[in-house]
């Protein structure tokens, strides 16, 4: 398979949807036979990174690292850079996600490089992104500042799209450091950002942070205001209900001592939760409480 133009082909990125890896494998597997008929091994390729990484979303680690094997083989005949950097990023967010975070970090560390080398910056702070959720917190926050410091300076507007995420993990890794109110800075900020962007879901888990954030200060009650408007803003427009609203309005409740409003939300917190794979996996305890406080 030789390399032409890309002018026929879509720009498959803007076909993700994270919330959906499954409809989003479905349609890039129905690009890939455009790929393979146009010709064009860099992009078909990259697309190949991108299904190996729905199968990961989807926690099918076998799978993403068996089309990420057929990536790999192919670079050890023709190298393509840009290739070479996506499949590190994809194939150290699939050992990320099988708790094999050991095996993921030269991989990103890699990445990190190579996209440096060959002025990928977007991809750079991918990587670096990535360190910054696989450390230990003070180095996720050199992690997070050396990205961040990257998308600032960055006239690749791809990259700078980063800082929205960025500021958001800065604030949640000083939020695990029990350090709220750094965190609810950084947190008011990336409202700030999402509003002017006007990036819909985006701005609503913002604004969850922000609360979320203002619970562990225990401002309760503002931490009820924003989840309520949250609650009525999906409503009038009709988005899909979100557990992690309904979960934090019950602890919200729980801390009033309201416990039959409390109830009610964990009850449709577990609802929604359950069907979660990731916390099925990881946070089965999480998930019990919520059963049992929405039964009891």
Same mark, same amino acid.
């Given at each position: 398979? !030789?390399? #032409?133009? *890309? =002018?026929?082909l879509?720009?498959?990125?803007?076909l $993700? @949807?994270?919330? /959906?890896?499954?409809?989003?494998?479905? %349609?890039?597997?129905?690009?890939?036979?455009?790929?393979?008929?146009?010709?064009?091994?860099?992009?078909?390729?990259?697309?190949?990174?991108?299904?190996?990484? #729905? &199968?990961?979303?989807?926690a099918?680690?076998?799978?993403?690292?068996?089309?990420?094997d057929?990536?790999?083989?192919? +670079?050890?005949? *023709?190298?393509? %850079?840009?290739?070479?950097?996506?499949?590190?990023?994809?194939?150290?967010r699939?050992?990320?996600?099988?708790?094999?975070?050991?095996?993921?970090?030269?991989?990103?560390? =890699?990445?990190?490089?190579?996209?440096?080398?060959?002025?990928?910056?977007?991809?750079?702070?991918?990587?670096?992104h990535?360190? !910054?959720?696989?450390?230990?917190?003070?180095?996720?926050?050199? $992690?997070?500042?050396?990205?961040?410091?990257?998308?600032? =300076?960055?006239?690749?507007?791809?990259?700078?799209?980063?800082?929205?995420?960025?500021n958001?993990?800065?604030?949640? #890794?000083?939020?695990? =450091?029990?350090?709220?109110?750094?965190?609810?800075?950084?947190? #008011?900020?990336?409202? &700030?950002?999402?509003?002017?962007?006007? *990036?819909? &879901? !985006?701005?609503?888990?913002?604004?969850?942070?922000?609360?979320?954030?203002?619970?562990? +200060?225990?401002?309760?009650?503002?931490? +009820?205001?924003?989840?309520l408007?949250?609650?009525?803003?999906?409503?009038?427009?009709?988005?899909?209900? @979100?557990?992690?609203?309904?979960?934090?309005? !019950?602890?919200?409740?729980l801390?009033?001592?309201?416990?039959?409003?409390? /109830?009610?939300?964990?009850?449709?917190?577990?609802?929604?939760?359950? &069907? @979660?794979?990731?916390?099925?996996?990881d946070?089965?305890?999480?998930?019990?409480?919520?059963?049992?406080?929405?039964?009891?």
């Open positions: 398979m !030789g390399s #032409t133009e *890309t =002018k026929e879509p720009e498959f990125d803007l $993700w @949807d994270y919330n /959906k890896p499954a409809e989003t494998e479905v %349609k890039f597997l129905e690009l890939l036979t455009l790929a393979k008929s146009c010709n064009n091994l860099s992009y078909y390729l990259q697309l190949l990174t991108q299904i190996a990484r #729905t &199968q990961s979303l989807q099918k680690f076998t799978e993403a690292h068996k089309i990420l057929e990536v790999e083989s192919s +670079l050890e005949t *023709t190298p393509i %850079k840009l290739v070479e950097i996506r499949y590190l990023l994809e194939r150290g699939t050992f990320n996600s099988a708790k094999q975070a050991e095996k993921a970090r030269p991989l990103f560390i =890699k990445a990190w490089e190579s996209a440096l080398e060959s002025a990928e910056e977007n991809y750079a702070i991918d990587a670096a990535m360190m !910054g959720i696989i450390t230990s917190s003070e180095e996720q926050l050199i $992690w997070n500042e050396k990205a961040i410091s990257l998308a600032r =300076k960055s006239e690749n507007p791809k990259a700078k799209k980063w800082l929205g995420s960025l958001n993990n800065v604030a949640w #890794t000083y939020h695990d =450091k029990k350090e709220y109110q750094k965190a609810l800075e950084y947190f #008011t900020e990336n409202v &700030q950002w999402h509003e002017e962007r006007k *990036t819909g &879901q !985006g701005l609503i888990i913002a604004k969850w942070s922000v609360a979320r954030t203002l619970r562990s +200060l225990n401002k309760i009650d503002d931490a +009820l205001e924003i989840h408007n949250l609650l009525k803003e999906i409503e009038e427009k009709k988005l899909e209900q @979100d557990g992690y609203i309904f979960e934090e309005l !019950g602890e919200c409740y801390l009033k001592n309201e416990n039959s409003e409390a /109830k009610k939300y964990f009850a449709s917190a577990y609802k929604l939760l359950s &069907q @979660d794979i990731w916390l099925k996996q946070e089965p305890d999480r998930l019990e409480r919520l059963n049992k406080l929405g039964s009891n």
